[in-house]
């Protein structure tokens, strides 16, 4: 059985940050891309990053990320306890959202691509 548990999430302030994590089992884990989308109400499942099987960093992984975010959230990786990490900075309203990560057998901004998805971490970004 494969599950993927989100956490992290909750209500944060205007310019404030929050870091999400997701503990992956029943799959392994280093042979998967992982994905983090979010869902706002009344609108699709939006890209927000992703990151390879082989990737560790911005720096010196392969990652991708939204325009609306880049350069304030973060992906990363540690293979050794199957968890991805999304970092969020200067967070803004429209960050609002429920936020799912994802796993898949390779790198893509189309939620259709993952096979497998955790339950979803609320985000709240406060004016």
């Known amino acids: 059985q494969v599950q993927l548990v989100e956490s992290g999430g909750g209500l944060v302030q205007t310019g404030g940050s929050l870091r999400l994590s997701c503990a992956a089992s029943?799959?392994?884990?280093?042979?998967?891309?992982m994905g983090w989308f979010r869902q706002a109400p009344g609108k699709e499942r939006e890209f927000v990053a992703a990151?390879?099987?082989?990737?560790?960093?911005?720096?010196?992984?392969?990652?991708h990320y939204a325009d609306s975010v880049k350069g304030r959230f973060t992906i990363s990786r540690d293979n050794a306890k199957n968890t991805v990490h999304l970092q969020m900075n200067s967070l803004k309203p429209e960050d609002t959202a429920v936020y799912y990560c994802a796993a898949g057998r390779s790198v893509s901004v189309s939620a259709n691509t993952y096979d497998y998805w955790g339950q979803g971490t609320q985000v709240t970004v406060s004016s």
């Open positions: 990151i390879s099987r082989s990737g560790g960093s911005t720096r010196y992984g392969s990652t």
């Open positions: 029943g799959l392994t884990f280093s042979y998967y891309s």
